[in-house]
T-cell receptor
Framework: DAGVIQSPRHEVTEMGQEVTLRCKPI?????LFWYRQTMMRGLELLIY????????DSGMPEDRFSAKMPNASFSTLKIQPSEPRDSAVYFC?????????????FGPGTRLTVL | GQSLEQPSEVTAVEGAIVQINCTYQ??????LSWYQQHDGGAPTFLSY????GLEETGRFSSFLSRSDSYGYLLLQELQMKDSASYFC????????FGKGTRLSVIA
């Protein structure tokens, strides 16, 4: 099993540009989570999907952020326009159930730098 | 609201035992999980406690007391490779993570 796959692994962009992060969850997992990690704020949940349906997006910082899961094997997190304060490591994770009491499997993360 | 508190940093000697504590305030609590994250890496699952008591997995053990809203991760026979950040997480849906404890193992 390849695990959770994220791309790109590193992204450097300029303020105002659109950024799209991609995630392929583990096959058979029906929950998918997007997290953001910074030194100041720690690991924050942005949004999670269950069976491709967004369940809770209360962690999405503002309208500049959007996430989609068009099918069970693919999800995107888009930031438009990007700002320097969006610089962070973005993790995608998947789990075979709700994720509340089961193991979550994290991808390697995308390190985003917005100049 | 939901919150988990854990120490920000801990230092211990190779071969020793270290305990990382976690107190929590959450609604709809199901259990407590622990994750390990090495610098530059992704969090990886270590353990989960749904019931009170001690769960042992090799050198690592995790404890939960629901009445005290408290748990800990115990690492024995510390090795240099155990230097990492350790996160407790409340077993709600979704998980809520603590800010993490950075463990430094020194020779």
């Amino acid at each position: 099993d390849a695990g959770v796959i994220q791309s790109p692994r590193h992204e450097v962009t300029e303020m105002g540009q659109e950024v799209t992060l991609r995630c392929k969850p583990i096959s058979g997992h029906n929950s998918l989570f997007w997290y953001r990690q910074t030194m100041m704020r720690g690991l924050e949940l942005l949004i999670y999907f269950n069976n491709n349906v967004p369940i809770d997006d209360s962690g999405m910082p503002e309208d500049r952020f959007s996430a989609k899961m068009p099918n069970a094997s693919f999800s995107t997190l888009k930031i438009q326009p990007s700002e320097p304060r969006d610089s962070a490591v973005y993790f995608c994770a998947s789990s075979p159930a709700g994720g509340g009491y089961n193991e979550q499997f994290f991808g390697p993360g995308t390190r985003l730098t917005v100049l | 609201g939901q919150s988990l508190e854990q120490p920000s940093e801990v230092t211990a000697v190779e071969g020793a035992i270290v305990q990382i504590n976690c107190t929590y305030q959450t609604s709809g609590f199901y259990g407590l999980s622990w994750y390990q994250q090495h610098d530059g890496g992704a969090p990886t699952f270590l353990s989960y406690n749904a019931l009170d008591g001690l769960e042992e997995t090799g050198r690592f053990s995790s404890f939960l007391s629901r009445s005290d809203s408290y748990g800990y991760l115990l690492l024995q026979e510390l090795q240099m490779k155990d230097s990492a950040s350790y996160f407790c997480a409340a077993g709600n849906t979704p998980l809520v993570f603590g800010k993490g404890t950075r463990l430094s193992v020194i020779a």
